[in-house]
Nanobody, 115 residues
Framework: VQLQASGGGLVQAGGSLRLSCVVS????????MGWYRQAPGKQRELVAL???????NYLDSVKGRFTISRGNTENTAYPQMNSLKPEDTAVYYC??????????WGQGTLVTVSS
Protein backbone atom coordinates (compact mmCIF):
# COMPACT_ATOMS: atom_id res chain seq x y z
CA VAL A 1 0.00 0.00 0.00
CA GLN A 2 1.35 3.42 -0.92
CA LEU A 3 0.09 6.85 0.00
CA GLN A 4 1.01 9.72 -2.28
CA ALA A 5 0.67 13.11 -0.65
CA SER A 6 0.99 16.44 -2.40
CA GLY A 7 -0.13 20.05 -2.27
CA GLY A 8 2.11 21.64 0.35
CA GLY A 9 3.87 24.91 -0.17
CA LEU A 10 4.39 28.45 1.01
CA VAL A 11 1.40 30.69 1.55
CA GLN A 12 0.75 33.97 3.30
CA ALA A 13 -1.38 34.12 6.41
CA GLY A 14 -5.04 34.15 5.45
CA GLY A 15 -4.38 32.16 2.31
CA SER A 16 -5.49 28.71 1.28
CA LEU A 17 -3.97 25.40 0.27
CA ARG A 18 -5.48 22.12 -0.81
CA LEU A 19 -3.60 18.94 0.04
CA SER A 20 -4.14 15.67 -1.72
CA CYS A 21 -3.61 12.06 -0.71
CA VAL A 22 -4.08 9.09 -2.99
CA VAL A 23 -3.89 5.50 -1.76
CA SER A 24 -2.75 2.83 -4.15
CA UNK A 25 -2.14 -0.86 -3.75
CA UNK A 26 -4.27 -3.55 -2.22
CA UNK A 27 -5.44 -3.00 1.32
CA UNK A 28 -9.13 -3.49 0.93
CA UNK A 29 -11.61 -0.81 1.78
CA UNK A 30 -10.42 1.99 4.00
CA UNK A 31 -11.97 2.59 7.39
CA UNK A 32 -10.69 6.13 7.31
CA MET A 33 -8.21 8.52 5.75
CA GLY A 34 -6.70 11.40 7.58
CA TRP A 35 -4.04 14.02 7.89
CA TYR A 36 -1.66 14.61 10.76
CA ARG A 37 0.89 17.36 11.16
CA GLN A 38 4.10 17.85 13.05
CA ALA A 39 5.65 21.22 13.72
CA PRO A 40 9.30 21.58 14.72
CA GLY A 41 9.78 20.56 18.34
CA LYS A 42 6.20 19.40 18.71
CA GLN A 43 4.43 16.07 18.70
CA ARG A 44 2.51 14.85 15.70
CA GLU A 45 -1.17 15.73 15.98
CA LEU A 46 -4.30 14.70 14.16
CA VAL A 47 -5.66 17.44 11.93
CA ALA A 48 -8.60 15.87 10.14
CA LEU A 49 -10.14 12.46 9.52
CA UNK A 50 -12.81 11.25 7.16
CA UNK A 51 -14.40 7.89 7.84
CA UNK A 52 -15.86 5.37 5.44
CA UNK A 53 -19.28 6.65 6.52
CA UNK A 54 -18.38 10.16 5.40
CA UNK A 55 -18.29 11.54 8.92
CA UNK A 56 -15.37 13.75 9.86
CA ASN A 57 -13.28 14.75 12.85
CA TYR A 58 -11.14 17.87 13.17
CA LEU A 59 -8.53 19.29 15.48
CA ASP A 60 -10.25 22.04 17.46
CA SER A 61 -7.90 24.73 16.21
CA VAL A 62 -8.75 24.05 12.55
CA LYS A 63 -12.51 23.69 12.87
CA GLY A 64 -14.25 26.13 10.58
CA ARG A 65 -11.10 26.64 8.52
CA PHE A 66 -10.23 23.17 7.23
CA THR A 67 -12.55 20.81 5.38
CA ILE A 68 -11.65 17.25 4.45
CA SER A 69 -13.44 15.50 1.65
CA ARG A 70 -13.06 12.44 -0.52
CA GLY A 71 -12.57 12.32 -4.24
CA ASN A 72 -14.50 10.16 -6.64
CA THR A 73 -13.16 7.07 -4.92
CA GLU A 74 -12.72 6.16 -1.28
CA ASN A 75 -8.95 6.09 -1.80
CA THR A 76 -8.47 9.83 -2.09
CA ALA A 77 -8.76 12.57 0.51
CA TYR A 78 -8.46 16.32 0.11
CA PRO A 79 -8.19 18.67 3.03
CA GLN A 80 -9.02 22.19 1.94
CA MET A 81 -7.21 24.55 4.28
CA ASN A 82 -8.50 28.12 4.41
CA SER A 83 -7.62 31.12 6.55
CA LEU A 84 -4.21 29.66 7.22
CA LYS A 85 -2.25 30.92 10.20
CA PRO A 86 1.48 30.85 10.90
CA GLU A 87 0.79 28.26 13.60
CA ASP A 88 -0.45 25.90 10.88
CA THR A 89 3.12 25.65 9.65
CA ALA A 90 4.15 22.00 9.84
CA VAL A 91 4.91 18.89 7.88
CA TYR A 92 1.59 17.30 7.02
CA TYR A 93 1.30 13.52 6.76
CA CYS A 94 -1.40 11.48 5.11
CA UNK A 95 -2.63 8.42 6.98
CA UNK A 96 -5.03 5.62 6.12
CA UNK A 97 -6.32 2.54 7.88
CA UNK A 98 -8.06 -0.33 6.19
CA UNK A 99 -11.02 -2.28 7.50
CA UNK A 100 -8.52 -5.13 8.04
CA UNK A 101 -6.59 -2.85 10.42
CA UNK A 102 -3.64 -2.18 8.11
CA UNK A 103 -2.34 1.32 8.75
CA UNK A 104 -0.22 3.21 6.24
CA TRP A 105 1.52 6.57 6.12
CA GLY A 106 2.50 8.79 3.26
CA GLN A 107 5.55 10.96 3.00
CA GLY A 108 5.21 14.37 4.56
CA THR A 109 4.46 17.52 2.68
CA LEU A 110 5.61 20.84 4.09
CA VAL A 111 3.14 23.65 4.63
CA THR A 112 4.67 27.01 5.51
CA VAL A 113 2.46 29.95 6.41
CA SER A 114 4.21 33.30 6.51
CA SER A 115 2.95 36.18 8.64
Amino acid sequence: VQLQASGGGLVQAGGSLRLSCVVSGSSGRLAYMGWYRQAPGKQRELVALIFITGSTNYLDSVKGRFTISRGNTENTAYPQMNSLKPEDTAVYYCNAKSLTNIESWGQGTLVTVSS
